[in-house]
């Protein structure tokens, strides 16, 4: 064992016990409390926390150095405890971030040193407050919509989210805010004018401004802001720029020029003469560092610039006229503070496709990309990044700084036609230095969006008798690609029906989808049509989709009434003989007219168009019956001459009219056929009428048989998607009517038995073969239509 004088041996007790004082004396403990504690509140336990022995703790003699003014903590000497000793505001304590209360704990017996340091965390007990409660905006009715105007911001002691957050105006169409960052975190808003002023409607616009911090629950303070509106036309200072970013080296000489502001006005003496100032946004820090010349707009240096306290200084500037009423343009200038000493981080794009197709496949490589750095050590080790949310990602291609830009997912041109990708290199040092590089990437557009219709189905109606070539309506569909693969072909997909093709009916113009009728349509034969129109782009391949077209035709009143009773075989009058001795309400005759028009333009009314004594006739104007209203006198003349017109519900209103001869005797005669004439009795029911009926039933029962064995033929055939438009069966629409008093509808044949009388004889003249046969088939009706004498005669 080695033997050490006594020098040495007091030389290493003396060497150890500087190291451990050292080491105890440069060690610093951390701790972290809320502000605003209560007095006497526990912080911290010194021997837990320090590694000391409780049981020794009255023979250690434990003080505190106290660094700060204020005696914020003290020890509890017999439990070795840290306590609150007077409440700490941390807004009062610091005026910075973070906030940290440094003291030290002293032990007398051995002598040892430790350094303690608080973080004081902030709560949220301070509302945001504005510098003044009110602010009085003058602004122009000439005022664009858009200019913005300095007001007041909100300032809360609060730290982080406790600050200030966001600011609310109260409702106003005129007017908004838009809310503004500081480099420093600091929230303010511009006042924005939405809508133009009217001073005549509007004189004064009282607004309020609230401040909203970001705490739990929030905090919030109010200003008032009066806008007073004044008549004028003068034209605001404008800057060329919104914003402005210029460097400046820190420690630069007082009375050096930063930079030259220069702001133009149009107009003309003083209204054009410009004043600069710093606005409210502007710190009293920031001014008390640069000086801005109110006449020429030059900024100069007269404080010390300092890169360890402040990076960048961000000033807002109005310049104002001197007009009447005063308007004022703003900026916002940032000037960052660059180290002497630093070097930033470079970007270097070897190579980048500025376009490519959408369709592009997941990993291609659009840029190779290397960065540098002069620096060394930690400042100059650098990453790169670009920003989020990017269908892009970084991919390393060698053991330097050398990256790959490569797609990693589906692009979609119509989404995102093209992106602006930011590349952003960052050293490590501290502060932090970094450089940006923006690319902007063009999508080129593939043929991968068929063309989209603006509608499901198409409806169009059209009024019949429409000249050829008429404009019926526009189909058109949309395609999001461009240039050929967004150019539409339209056309009408191929259908026939009834053996007319829909080429032969209708066109469409093949470039605007222009839909217009080839022939003129009548509603009594066709009602509608269905077909389909198909958009095609002219891609490669193309890509096309279609849509239903309804096509409805509209009934027009183009068919005048037909008189089918009393029947008219050979001319326009009607010769009717009565009994002189026919009572009041005696049924003379019955005039019965058909349309082959559709509803209003159907329904036929009846009038008198001459009428011998108005006293003596009566015209049912509903069903045309035509009854005596008295018994004839020997005043009344024997030849009578009654003019009915039928007019039917149209607009125009067509019409026909029939002539009936009455002849007045004092006894009916009884007339013979040349053929077989069978007297019947009305109240008899002999063979003949027997044999009528059965005729006349067989006649109906057959011809409604043909018409629904038609009508399953039709529907026998091969259906297109849509319902095709109906047929149409006969010369009468395709309606049901009830007509009183012995009066048939649905075909010509029905309304020829038309025997009507009170009691008597009932003489047919005539076969009914013969009568169906002479009935005309035309379904163009003429104004008036000529008959021969009535088919049934009345005899007392």
């Known amino acids: 064992m080695m033997h050490l004088s006594f020098a040495t041996k007091r030389y290493v007790a003396f060497l150890i016990a500087f190291l451990s004082l050292w080491k ?308 916002k200038l ?23 197709k959408e369709s592009v496949a997941i990993g291609t490589v659009i840029a190779l990309i290397s960065v540098s750095d002069r620096d060394s050590a930690e400042n100059g080790q650098i990453e790169l990044t670009i920003n989020k949310q990017l269908p892009f990602s970084l991919q390393k291609s060698c053991e330097s700084h050398c990256y790959d830009l490569v797609v990693m997912k589906n692009l979609d041109r119509e989404q995102v036609p093209e992106y602006d990708i930011t590349l952003t290199v960052q050293d490590k040092g501290s502060p932090p230095l970094s450089d940006q590089e923006t690319v902007t990437l063009e999508l080129l557009d593939v043929n991968d969006n068929a063309p989209l219709f603006r509608k499901s189905f198409y409806t169009i109606p059209v009024m019949e008798n429409n000249a050829p070539g008429l404009l019926l309506g526009s189909v058109t569909a949309f395609d999001p690609d461009l240039y050929e693969n967004q150019y539409l072909v339209y056309y009408i997909i191929e259908r026939e029906i009834s053996n007319t093709s829909m080429s032969m009916l209708f066109s469409i113009n093949p470039e605007k989808g222009d839909v217009y009728a080839l022939k003129t349509f009548d509603y009594e034969r066709e009602k ?18 279609n849509v239903t077209v309804h096509i409805i035709i509209l009934d027009q009143n183009d068919n005048t009434p037909l008189i089918v009773s009393p029947w008219r075989a050979h001319g326009s009058v009607v010769e009717e003989v009565i009994p002189r001795s026919t009572d009041k309400g005696h049924l003379i005759a019955k005039v019965i007219a058909i349309d082959s028009d559709s509803v209003q333009n159907s329904r036929v009314m009846y009038q008198f168009l001459q009428v011998p004594d108005t006293a003596l006739f009566s015209l049912d104007q509903y069903n045309g019956e035509i009854r005596t209203m008295r ?74 048989m043909t018409i629904l064995v038609t009508i399953v033929l039709k529907c026998q055939k091969p259906k297109p998607p849509k319902a095709t438009p109906p047929c149409r069966n006969s010369v ?40 169906v046969s002479s009935i005309p088939r035309s379904t163009g009706l003429t104004e008036t239509s000529k008959s021969a004498a009535s088919n049934l005669q009345y005899s007392k």
């Open 24 to 331: 105890a004396t440069f060690s610093v403990i951390r701790f972290s409390m809320p502000e605003e504690m209560d007095e006497g509140s526990v912080v911290a336990n010194l021997p837990t926390d320090l590694g000391i022995n409780i049981e020794s703790l009255t023979k250690l003699d434990l003080r505190l150095d106290i660094i700060d003014s204020k005696k914020y903590l003290q020890i509890n000497k017999d439990t070795g405890e840290l306590y609150i000793g007077e409440k700490i505001d941390r807004e009062s304590l610091c005026t910075y971030t973070p906030c940290v209360l440094k003291l030290s704990v002293i032990i007398e017996n051995p002598l040892r040193i430790f350094d303690l340091e608080f973080d004081i965390t902030d709560i949220n007990d301070n509302a945001p407050h504005f510098r003044r409660d009110q602010l009085q905006l003058d602004i122009s009715e000439s005022a664009p919509p858009g200019v913005r105007f300095s007001i007041m911001n909100a300032v809360d002691p609060d730290a982080g989210s406790n600050s200030v957050k966001t600011y609310w105006l109260s409702e106003s169409e005129h007017f908004k805010i838009e809310l503004q960052a500081g480099t420093d975190g600091s929230k303010f808003a511009d006042l924005i004018l939405k809508m133009p002023l009217d001073r005549e409607k509007q004189a004064v616009h009282n607004l309020i401004l609230i401040a909203v911090d970001g705490g739990v629950p929030a905090r919030s303070g109010t200003a008032s802001i009066a806008v007073q509106v004044l008549d004028a036309n003068d034209n605001a200072p404008q800057f060329d720029q919104d914003v402005y970013t210029v460097d400046i080296t820190e420690n630069s000489p007082i009375g050096s020029l930063v930079m030259k502001l220069s702001a133009t006005d149009t107009d003309e003496g003083p209204n054009g003469d410009i004043v600069y100032n710093f606005t409210k946004y502007t710190s009293v820090l920031t001014e008390d560092i640069f000086y801005l010349n109110p006449d020429n707009g030059e900024i100069r240096v007269k404080g010390e610039i300092d890169y360890e306290k402040t990076t960048a200084f961000e000033i807002h500037v109005e310049a104002k006229d001197k007009g009447r009423v005063q308007l004022s343009g703003n900026c």
């Open 334 to 356: 940032i000037f960052l503070v660059t180290d002497m000493n630093d070097n930033y981080p470079l970007i270097s794009i070897k190579s980048f496709v500025g376009s490519v």
């Open 528 to 545: 509608e049509f269905l077909f389909h129109i198909e958009a095609r782009d002219s891609g490669a391949p193309p890509l096309s989709s």
């Open 631 to 704: 018994m004839f006198s020997y005043r009344d003349p024997r030849h009578l001459r009654l003019v009915v017109i039928a007019k039917d519900n149209g607009d125009p209103a067509l019409s026909a009219t029939v002539t009936i001869k009455l002849s007045t005797v004092e006894h009916v005669v009884k007339a013979f056929s040349e053929t077989s004439e069978v007297p019947l009795e009305y109240d008899t029911f002999s063979n003949l009428n027997l044999y009528l009926l059965i005729g006349l039933g067989s006649v109906s029962f057959l011809l409604l």
């Open 732 to 771: 009468v629409n395709q309606r049901s009517s009830t007509v009183a008093d012995s009066t048939l509808v649905s075909n010509d044949a029905y309304w020829l038995f038309l025997a009507e009388t009170r009691k008597g004889k009932v003489v047919v003249k005539q076969p009914i073969s013969d009568i």
